[in-house]
């Protein structure tokens, strides 16, 4: 199962879980969303321990440094051990004040409110 040989990239990000299907990982790989040491890589890529993989997900960036090479799935338990997780935290995502289509002006004081939402303060 693991001789840390080279393994294409496709089939290791299939077996660490960070996608369903291999499939998945395959058409991320031809859409770009895959690099290989800053290199943007195809499925058939192989992929070696030490090696930093880049992976987009959902509009963010996962870095993972290889630590062992698995050609097939293996439960989440183990396969944390295959690969150092190097991502830096995500940032807080910001409040966005927003009405209901129709609802009319907003009172004083709901605008006051989305004011103070928005970091400005009221002139009063």
Known sequence: MTDDKPVRIDSWLWAIRIYKTRSAATTACRAGH????????????????????????SGFDRMLIVRKTLVKRVGAP???????????????????????????????????????????????
């Open 34 to 57: 895959i690099r290989l040491n800053g290199e943007k890589v195809k499925a058939a890529q192989q992929v070696k321990p030490g090696d930093e993989v880049r992976v987009r997900i």
């Open 78 to 124: 183990v396969a944390v051990t295959a690969y150092d997780d190097r991502t830096p935290p995500r940032e807080p995502m910001a409040i966005i004040a927003q009405r209901d289509r129709g609802a009319g002006r907003p009172t004083k004081r709901e605008r006051r409110e989305i004011d103070r939402l928005r970091g400005r303060e009221s002139s009063e």
